[in-house]
């Protein structure tokens, strides 16, 4: 069965320090894609990146920077200099592979508080 | 044009009444879904659709009953609601591959009292 696990539930920093949410996934597939997505005090979800199981590359937006390690079932992802903005709850999410709309499955998420 | 609306966004109601959240998306998306939010679980799948008409299950259906006459709304109801089901419950829509993001609408916050 396929599994996200956030062992992080809360994580506190103050603004301009560099901070790394975990996450770590469980499947038997070998086609998965993995997503992080961004839940702002407002409420609304909004998605931030798709990572296909076959291209390991890091990838760098901004200040936002993933690193998916398949050896180690992980897709990292770090904030560069955390402004107040970036206070928000992280999911990262899990694609089913049987094709079934690309169902998704999330971690339990971590809520990230920057303080000025 | 918000793209996938959900509604109400808020909605107290009591026990054992019957409750319907509304979704309606304007993409033409081929799948839907419903999840809801609970601390400590993240989200949780409820039901999905592939399209109109065809729904499924997800990872926790029970006590919950979907809908989907026309490819654009996919409605959720609580058929007797209970106090376990007070959550955030949030409408998701994808173009129906693996590798395709999924949308969510803004969210409704269901109190059941």
């Known amino acids: 069965a396929q599994k996200v696990t956030q062992a992080q539930t809360e994580i506190s920093v103050v603004e301009k320090e560099d901070v790394t949410l975990d996450c770590v996934y469980e499947t038997r597939d070998t086609t998965y894609y993995l997503f992080w997505y961004k839940q702002p005090p407002s409420g609304e979800l909004v998605f931030l990146i798709r990572r296909n199981s076959f291209d390991e590359q890091n990838e760098i937006s901004g200040r936002y920077s993933w690193n998916f390690q398949k050896s180690t079932s992980s897709f990292n992802f770090t904030i560069t200099a955390s402004q107040v903005v970036d206070s928000a709850v992280y999911f990262c999410?899990?694609?089913?592979?049987?094709?079934?709309?690309?169902?998704?499955?999330f971690g339990q998420g971590t809520e990230l508080s920057v303080k000025p | 044009d918000a793209g996938i609306t959900q509604s109400p966004r808020y909605k107290i109601t009591e026990t054992g009444r019957q409750v319907t959240l509304m979704c309606h998306q304007t993409?033409?998306?081929?799948?839907m879904f419903w999840y809801r939010q609970d601390l400590g679980h993240g989200l949780r799948l409820i039901y999905y659709s592939a399209a109109a008409d065809i729904t499924d299950k997800g990872e926790v259906p029970d006590g919950y009953v979907v809908s989907r006459s026309k490819t654009e709304n996919f409605p959720l109801t609580l058929e007797s609601a209970t106090r376990s089901q007070t959550s955030v419950y949030f409408c998701a829509t994808g173009p129906g591959t693996t590798k395709n993001i999924q949308y969510f609408g803004a969210g409704t916050r269901l109190s059941v009292l």
């Open positions: 993409w033409s998306h081929s799948y």
């Open positions: 999410a899990l694609s089913d592979p049987y094709n079934q709309g690309g169902k998704l499955i």
